[in-house]
Nanobody, 125 residues
Framework: QVQLVESGGGLVQAGGSLRLSCAAS????????VAWFRQAPEKERTFVAA???????YYDDSVKGRFTISSDNAKNTVYLQMNSLKPEDAAVYYC???????????????????WGQGTQVTVSS
């Protein structure tokens, strides 16, 4: 079993920055596929960014140029650096992972086997 734990959320003013972390533990493998999703109040959860062993990153258009996803394999941790935050970026951010082979789109939530509990990001205007 794999556990994912997100951290780094908080309250920030518009234009500010936050770095989210997603730490994996348990039966992880070297071949990983990790993504960040977010869910604003009363809205569906949507794709933000993805990274995978030997490839990526891939971003949603809404965060390109402002967010950066990266990984530290030695720490089994994936990061999401968020700069130039906007009020519309406010949401609960979730990391998701699948270990092993992958096919098709990185944005499809049901393809990910493991999910973290989420971390709240609030952006004040």
């Amino acid at each position: 079993q794999v556990q994912l734990v997100e951290s780094g959320g908080g309250l920030v003013q518009a234009g500010g920055s936050l770095r989210l972390s997603c730490a994996a533990s348990g039966r992880t493998f070297s071949s990983y596929n990790v993504a960040w999703f977010r869910q604003a109040p009363e809205k569906e959860r949507t794709f933000v960014a993805a990274i995978w062993s030997g490839g990526g990153p891939y971003y949603d258009d809404s965060v390109k140029g402002r967010f950066t996803i990266s990984s530290d394999n030695a720490k089994n941790t994936v990061y999401l650096q968020m700069n130039s935050l906007k009020p519309e970026d406010a949401a609960v951010y979730y990391c998701a992972a699948r270990y092993g082979s992958w096919w098709g789109s990185r944005t499809v939530q049901m393809k990910y086997d493991y999910w973290g509990q989420g971390t709240q990001v609030t952006v004040s205007s």
